[in-house]
C-alpha cells in the first residue's frame, strides 16, 4: 500500500533515541558538527542526549538555528553532516537529522523558549520574503534588540517551507510552530505585500537603518513548448496547491508525467503517488550517474512506486502527447498523458527591487552586499548551496554583516551629533 | 542558554557547584586539575597523597569494565592505589593551583600507617593552602593492611586517625568511607568523633567483575594471575545511594555533611545524591570514560532541574528524599495497580509478552494475528516488568484496585510519577 501524502514517518522514542545516541563515537574535533553549514553543532546536542539531558541539546540547536525543527526534517544531511560521520568507519553515519528531530519535538512538548528578545537598541530593519533566510535574520537581529519589519508577498510565511516541501516531509505543523516562536519573539509579518508593488523599495530604506532582501527563487521555470498548455503545470504550483489543501484536491489525474530530474521532481512525484495517482512517469534530463536528486529522495520516489526514465529531453508536445529523446542514444518516446508537471528549475523575480539577478538565478557575486551600502541579499538568491541549512547560514552571516554596518555607523553618528 | 546558581556551602567552604573530581587519577597533578577547573568543575579531591616510606608500586595493566549488550562501562575494576608521583611534586601541585585558582577549592586527600603519618602529612597539605582534608580511609586494594579499607572498617583505627589528623590541621575534615562494611555508621560516627566534620562516601568496592575464563583468573591479568580490587562507576551508584540514605537515617546524623560518590555520570544522578542529603558531589569513573567536558551536561541538566523543580538553591533540595524513604514493612500493601497498555503506542514487539510469561505471572495475552497484548486482571499482581521492558513507552500505571478485604480509595493512591511516563 502507498503511504499517505499526509503521514511523516515515525520518529525515535525514548529508548531508541538513546540507542541511537550510543552508537555516537563521541568524537573529538567531531566532523558531524564542522560539517553543518549552520553550526548546529549535532557532536554537542548527540552528546548531551546521550547524557540524558535533552534539553540542554534542545538549547544547542536553538540558539545555533532558529529553524532547528525544519534542518532536522529536510537537511540534505548525506551532503554534510553525516557525509563526514566517523561512524561511516565502522557501519552508516549516526541518524543526527532523526536525533535533531526528536530533540526539537521535546522542545515543543516541553514548551521550551529558549530564544530571548534582545533588549531594544533603538535600530530597525526590514526584510524582503519570510523564507527560511528571512525568518533567521529576523531571529539573530531580534535576539540583537532590532527591531524588524518582514514584508511577504504570500499570504502566510515560510517560502518554500510552507508552499513546496511536501507535508510527508515537513508537517505544516512544524512549520508553523517555528514561525509562531520568531513572532513571539517580536518579528513584525505584512503578509500578502509585494515589495516593488504594494510598497517601495525606497520607503523600505527611508524607515529602516539596512533592508535584505530574500525573495528566493519562487517562481517556476517554463520551457516554451509548454507555455499556455492546459495540461501543463508547474511543480511548485502543484505542491503549494497540494500543501495547502492537506492533499484534499479534487482534480487529480489517473496518469501523470513529471518532467525533471532533481529534488522537486522526485517530491511531485512521490507526491502523485501518495495521492494515489495510478502511473506517475519522471522524465529526467540527467543519466543516474550524473542524477540531481539526493540518494534519500530518489530511494523514496522509488519507494513509492514512481517509473524513472534518465536521460530524456522533451523535444516536442502536442496538446497531452509529449515526445521525448534520449540525449546520448537514438532513442524516442512519446507519452499520453493526463497531467504534464514540469520540474525544471525556479527563477528569481527581483522586479523594482534594484538588484542584479544571473542566468544562475544569484547575484553575479559572492557576498551578501549590493550597490546600495544599506541593502543586502541572503539567501538562495545569495551564492552558495541552495537548501534550507544555508539559507540559515546565510541569514545568520548577513545579519552579522548589517550589525557590524549599523552599529559601526552608530557610533559614527554619536561622534558627530552626540543625540540619540 | 539557561543560568542558575548552583553554589553550595560545605563545611564552611564555598562552591561554584558541587561537581569535584574525587581522588584518582583524574586529578593527578596540576595540568590535569588545570583544565578540568577551566571546563567547569568546582574544585578537586587530589590523588591520595601518602607518606614518604611507603613505596607505591604499580600492577600492568590495571583496569577492567563491566559491559551489557552494546554498553561499556556498566561498571569499572581498579587496581590502583595512591598517588605514583613524589610527595614534594604532589605539595607543590596543590600550592600552585590554589594560587592560580583562588576560586577553586582544593581538597587534599591523605592517607597514613601510623598516627604520626597522618598528623604529618595534615601539617603538610595544609601548609600547602588546601582548603580541606579528605582522609582516605577505604582503598580496597592497597600492599599495606595498615592501609585503605582494612582501616576504614576498623572504628578504633578510624576514630585515633582522625584524631591524629585534627591535632595536625584546623581545616575541615572528610572522612572518606569504605562499602565494604555491612553497616557504614559505626566508622562514620568513629570518625566524627575523632575530629572528622563530614563523610565523603563510597570508595570502591571490593569486587571481581570478569574472569579471563581461558586462563582461569580474575581480570585483569597480571603475569596468569588476578586479584580483588574496587569496583566503580554506574554499577556501584546504589550501593552509594544506599550507604547514604542510612547515615542520613541514623539518629543524631539527620544533617550529617555529606560528598556523594559513586556512579555520578549524569545530572539525574547528581540530583539523586543531593536529595539524599549529600552537598558536594565527586567523580571519577565517568571522567575516566568521556573526560571532564561531561561537567558541562552535568551542570546544565541540573540547572533545568531547578527550573522544573522551581528552586533558586540546591540547599532547597539537599536531603528532602530522606524522610520519604521508609523501611519496608511501612510501606502500604494493600492495593496493587494493574498495567496500562496503550495500544496505539504499541509496535507490536511481544517482549512485554515474554517477560510477562518468563518472568512473572503470565497475565498477558498475546494476540498472534493483531500482535497485540492485553492484560488478565486475574493473574496480574501489578509488578510492572512489562512496564520496564516496553522499548517504546506503550505501558503505564492504570487502574488501581483494593486487595480483597482491605480498607481504603483507590482514588487517593499515588501511582503516577511524572519521571516514569515517557516521552
Ligand atoms: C519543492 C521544493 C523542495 C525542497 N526541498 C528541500 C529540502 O528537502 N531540503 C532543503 O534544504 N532545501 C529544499 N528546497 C530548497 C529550499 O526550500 C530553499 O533553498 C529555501 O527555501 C531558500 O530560502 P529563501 O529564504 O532564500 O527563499 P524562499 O523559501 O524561496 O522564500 C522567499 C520568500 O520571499 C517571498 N517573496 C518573493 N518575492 C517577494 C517580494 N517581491 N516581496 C515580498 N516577498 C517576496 C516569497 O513569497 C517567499 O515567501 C526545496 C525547494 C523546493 C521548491
Ligand atoms: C583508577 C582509580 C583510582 C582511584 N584512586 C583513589 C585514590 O587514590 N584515593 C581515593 O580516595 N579514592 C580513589 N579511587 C576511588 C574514587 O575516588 C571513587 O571513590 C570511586 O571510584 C567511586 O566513584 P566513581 O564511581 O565516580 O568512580 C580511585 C578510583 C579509580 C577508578
Ligand atoms: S561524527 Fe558521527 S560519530 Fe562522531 S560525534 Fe559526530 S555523529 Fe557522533
Ligand atoms: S504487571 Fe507484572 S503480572 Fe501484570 S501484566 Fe505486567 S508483568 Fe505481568
Ligand atoms: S513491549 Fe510495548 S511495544 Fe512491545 S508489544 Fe508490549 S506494549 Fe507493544
Known amino acids: 500500500m502507498t503511504k499517505k501524502y499526509e503521514t511523516e514517518a515515525p520518529g525515535y522514542t525514548m529508548t531508541t533515541v538513546m540507542e541511537e545516541a550510543a552508537r555516537c563515537l563521541l568524537c573529538h574535533d567531531a566532523p558531524c558538527s564542522k560539517a553543518c553549514p549552520a553550526d548546529t553543532d549535532p557532536a554537542r546536542f548527540i552528546r548531551s542526549v546521550r547524557f540524558n539531558n535533552v534539553k540542554g541539546a534542545a538549547e544547542t540547536i536553538r540558539e545555533n538555528n532558529a529553524l532547528g525543527a525544519i534542518c532536522a526534517r529536510v537537511c540534505p544531511t548525506e551532503k554534510y553532516c553525516e557525509l563526514a560521520c566517523s561512524r561511516t568507519g565502522i557501519d552508516c553515519p549516526i541518524d543526527i537529522g532523526g536525533i535533531q528531530r526528536y530533540v526539537t519535538d521535546f522542545e515543543q512538548a516541553a514548551k521550551m523558549d529558549i530564544l530571548k528578545q534582545g533588549k531594544s537598541n533603538g535600530h530597525h530593519i526590514a526584510i524582503v520574503g519570510s523564507g527560511p533566510a528571512g525568518l533567521q535574520v529576523a531571529t539573530t537581529m531580534l535576539t540583537k534588540g532590532y527591531a524588524v519589519d518582514i514584508y511577504e508577498k504570500a499570504e502566510k510565511a515560510g517560502g518554500y517551507l510552507t508552499y513546496g516541501i511536501p507535508e510527508y516531509r515537513l508537517p505544516n505543523d512544524i512549520v508553523e510552530y517555528e514561525i509562531k516562536r520568531i513572532v513571539n519573539l517580536g518579528a513584525n509579518i505584512h503578509y500578502n505585500t509585494t515589495v516593488g508593488k504594494d510598497i517601495m523599495m525606497d520607503e523600505l530604506k527611508a524607515n529602516n537603518d539596512a533592508v535584505v532582501i530574500a525573495v528566493g527563487a519562487s517562481e517556476s521555470k517554463v520551457l516554451p513548448m509548454f507555455a499556455d498548455n492546459e495540461n501543463v503545470e508547474t511543480a511548485v504550483g502543484f505542491l503549494a496547491r497540494v500543501k495547502e489543501a492537506k492533499g484534499n484536491i479534487t482534480d487529480l489525474p489517473e496518469n501523470a508525467v513529471v518532467v525533471g530530474g532533481g529534488d522537486v521532481a522526485m517530491d511531485v512525484a512521490t507526491t502523485l503517488r501518495r495521492l494515489n495517482v495510478k502511473n506517475v512517469t519522471d522524465m529526467a534530463y540527467e543519466e543516474f550517474d550524473e542524477f540531481k536528486a539526493s540518494k534519500k529522495e530518489l530511494k523514496g520516489t522509488r519507494e513509492a512506486g514512481v517509473t524513472i526514465v534518465d536521460g530524456y529531453v522533451p523535444t516536442a508536445v502536442n496538446g497531452n502527447e509529449v515526445t521525448f529523446k534520449h540525449r546520448h542514444i537514438d532513442s524516442e518516446m512519446t507519452i499520453k498523458s493526463d497531467k504534464i508537471i514540469l520540474a525544471v528549475g525556479q527563477r528569481v523575480n527581483a522586479a523594482n527591487l534594484g538588484i542584479t539577478i544571473d542566468k544562475n538565478e544569484e547575484v553575479p557575486y559572492a557576498g551578501y552586499g549590493t550597490a546600495d551600502p544599506k541593502v543586502f541579499v541572503t539567501g538562495d538568491i545569495a551564492q552558495g548551496d541552495k537548501t534550507v541549512v544555508w539559507a540559515v547560514r546565510k541569514g545568520k552571516e548577513v545579519a552579522e554583516q548589517m550589525d557590524k554596518m549599523i552599529m559601526g555607523s552608530a557610533k559614527e553618528a554619536d561622534l558627530v551629533g552626540g543625540n540619540e | ?423
Open chain 2, 1 to 423: 542558554m539557561i543560568k542558575k546558581d548552583l553554589s553550595v556551602d560545605f563545611l564552611g567552604v564555598h562552591f561554584e557547584n558541587p561537581f569535584l573530581l574525587s581522588s584518582s587519577p583524574v586529578g593527578n597533578c596540576y595540568e590535569m586539575c588545570a583544565k578540568a577547573f577551566d571546563e567547569g568543575w568546582a574544585g578537586v579531591a587530589f590523588k591520595t597523597i601518602g607518606p614518604k616510606h611507603f613505596k607505591v608500586d604499580e600492577v600492568s595493566p590495571r583496569f577492567d569494565e563491566l559491559t551489557k549488550e552494546g554498553t561499556p562501562f556498566v561498571g569499572f575494576k581498579n587496581m590502583e592505589q595512591i598517588a605514583e608521583h613524589s610527595l614534594e611534586d604532589n605539595l607543590h601541585d596543590l600550592k600552585k593551583l590554589k594560587e592560580n585558582y583562588p576560586t577553586k577549592i582544593i581538597i587534599a586527600s591523605i592517607m597514613g600507617t601510623n598516627e604520626q603519618d597522618w598528623e604529618e602529612l595534615a601539617q603538610l597539605v595544609t601548609e600547602a593552602k588546601a582548603d580541606m582534608i579528605e582522609m582516605n580511609l577505604s582503598c580496597p586494594q592497597m600492599t599495606s593492611h595498615e592501609m585503605g579499607s582494612d582501616v576504614g572498617t576498623n572504628p578504633e583505627l578510624v576514630k585515633k586517625y582522625c584524631a591524629a589528623v585534627r591535632r595536625g590541621t584546623d581545616l575541615p575534615i572528610l572522612a572518606k568511607m569504605t562499602p565494604n562494611i555491612t553497616d557504614m555508621v559505626p566508622a562514620a560516627k568513629a570518625s566524627l568523633d575523632g575530629g572528622a566534620d563530614g563523610i565523603a562516601t563510597i570508595n570502591t568496592v571490593k569486587s571481581i567483575a570478569n574472569l579471563d575464563i581461558d586462563r582461569k583468573t580474575a581480570l585483569p591479568t597480571v603475569d596468569g594471575k588476578g586479584s580483588i580490587s574496587g569496583f566503580s562507576g554506574k554499577a556501584v551508584k546504589p550501593i552509594a545511594l544506599r550507604f547514604i540514605q542510612q547515615l542520613r537515617e541514623a539518629a543524631g546524623m539527620e544533617q550529617l555533611p555529606i560528598s556523594g560518590i559513586g556512579g555520578i555520570e549524569t545530572w539525574q544522578d547528581a540530583a539523586e545524591f543531593l536529595l539524599l542529603g549529600a552537598t558536594t558531589l565527586q567523580v571519577t569513573t565517568s571522567v575516566m570514560q568521556y573526560g571532564y567536558r561531561i561537567v558541562e551536561d552535568m551542570k546544565n541538566g541540573l540547572m533545568h532541574y531547578m527550573e522544573e523543580q522551581g528552586v533558586d538553591h540546591l540547599s532547597d533540595i539537599i536531603g528532602v528524599a530522606n524522610k520519604s524513604i521508609v523501611p519496608v514493612e511501612s510501606l502500604n500493601r494493600d492495593y496493587k495497580v494493574y498495567p496500562k497498555i496503550d495500544w496505539d503506542k504499541c509496535i507490536g514487539c511481544g517482549r512485554c509478552y515474554i517477560s510477562c510469561f518468563d518472568g512473572a505471572h503470565q497475565a498477558i495475552q498475546w494476540n498472534e494475528e493483531a500482535r497485540r497484548p492485553t492484560v488478565d486482571t486475574d493473574k496480574c499482581v501489578g509488578c510492572h516488568l512489562c512496564n520496564l521492558v516496553c522499548p517504546v513507552g506503550a505501558i503505564s500505571t492504570g487502574e488501581v484496585v483494593m486487595k480483597p478485604g482491605r480498607e481504603g480509595n483507590p482514588e487517593d493512591i499515588k501511582v503516577e510519577s511524572p519521571r516514569l511516563t515517557h516521552f
